[in-house]
Structures are given as C-alpha cells and as structure tokens.
C-alpha cells in the first residue's frame, strides 16, 4: 500500500517566517505534488516534479519554492509566510508512465498569524 | 475561466438512496475522469477513474458515467451508506495533469 507522509499535521507561523513542510512517499514514485486546499477553491497545484532535483510550476506558485533532492522527499517551502497562505497543503505522488491515480498524505493545516 | 465545475457545493441524501454528484467541463483535451473521496483532516483518496474512451465504469457502489458530448460526468452512489458522507472531488486528467473542481459535500442522512 502506498503512503505518502507529510511530516507534520498541523502548523503555527508568524507572518514573515520561512516555513519548510516535508513529504515522503515510499512507492518509488517519480511524480510528486504539492497542493493548497482552500474551502469553494478545490484542489490547486502549487509545484510539482517529474524526476530529483526537478520541478515545475503548477498554477499558483507565488510565493512558495520547493526542493527534491532524493527521490522519495519533496518540500515546500514558504520563503516569508502571510496571512494568505492559512490554508490546507496537501502532498501527493504517482508512478510513470500511463494513468496512475494520485496518493496523496493527510496534509498539513497551516495557519500563519 | 474554470475548466471544471462541481455546481453543487453540497447534496443531501438519504441513507440507502442514490447519490448522484455531477461535474462538467469545458474543453475536451482530456484522457481520464476520476472522482475522489475526503474526509476531514484527511488527503483525498482515490475512488473510480474513466478513460475517455469509455462512457461507464463500475466499481461495486459506485458507478462513474461520461458524457463527452455534453462535455458532463457523474458518480453515482447506489445505496448511499453513512460512511459515504464526504467530499468527493472530480479531477480531469490531461497528459497526467489533473484539474480538479471545487469540490460536493456529500451527507447521508440516517
């Protein structure tokens, strides 16, 4: 059975604060997601990657930047967190090539103050 | 310009009825449908996928319809269980990308 965690559930930060939120998948994956979750909004792709050490914008990457440097790890990273990024984040992962579903982890609740 | 609309931010159903969600979209460049289930403080989970090629598929409870010429997709419950109270997302795939709509809050009612 796939998993994907996300290391932490729930997240406290101020305003300005650089936050690091982490996701492990132990599939061997090659794709992995990240997502923002926000009520009436559905699911919207902050950055996604295809292979270590590559990425892609999804459609709302302002303000986030990520990281793989091994496979099974992608991070996202909030340079200088705001208010506007309160919000749930949501990693997820799939196999290559052909249609695989997503999997994704429990997610992270982010609220910066 | 949202290219898939879940037009029903919530349905309300009772236990043992069927539970219809419905998603429509706009453009046609898309390989797979698939529906997923949330619930609170969980990730999404996978739920019952359809290729574009098809315009049925089943999967016990559940079954997706496809309707590519009134560009419309639905999931049907059949009988609708407590457990299935949820949000279900629809996602569109194009070239392993997904769109996704916002999303029905789906409640069975006892």
């Known amino acids: 059975d796939v998993k994907v965690t996300q290391s932490s559930r729930y997240l406290v930060k101020r305003t300005g604060e650089k936050v690091f939120l982490e996701c492990v998948q132990d599939?061997?994956?090659?794709?992995m997601f990240w997502y923002r979750q926000d009520p009436g909004l559905g699911l919207r792709l902050i950055y996604f990657?295809?292979?270590?050490?590559?990425?892609e914008k999804g459609d709302i990457p302002e303000g986030y930047s990520v990281s793989r440097e091994k496979k099974e790890r992608f991070s996202l990273i909030l340079e200088s967190a705001s208010t506007n990024q309160t919000s749930m984040y949501l990693c997820?992962?799939?196999?290559?090539?052909?249609?695989?579903?997503?999997?994704f982890g429990n997610g992270t609740r982010l609220t910066v103050t | 310009d949202q290219q898939v609309k879940q037009n029903s931010p919530s349905l309300s159903v009772q236990e043992g009825r069927i539970s219809i969600l419905n998603c429509d979209y706009t453009?046609?460049?898309?390989?797979?449908f698939l529906w997923y289930k949330k619930y609170p403080a969980e990730g999404p989970t996978f739920l019952i996928s359809?290729?574009?090629i098809k315009d049925k598929n089943e999967d016990g409870r559940f079954t997706v319809f496809l309707n590519k010429s009134a560009k419309h997709l639905s999931l049907h419950i059949v009988p609708s269980q407590p457990g299935d109270s949820a949000v279900y997302f629809c996602?569109?795939?194009?070239?392993?990308?997904?769109?996704w709509g916002a999303g029905t809050k789906l409640i069975i009612k006892p």
């Open positions: 997820a992962s799939n196999g290559t090539p052909g249609f695989s579903p997503l999997h």
């Open positions: 599939m061997d994956h090659e794709n």
């Open positions: 990657s295809y292979d270590v050490k590559m990425k």
């Open positions: 453009n046609s460049m898309f390989d797979y």
């Open positions: 359809i290729s574009s």
């Open positions: 996602g569109l795939d194009s070239n392993y990308q997904l769109i």
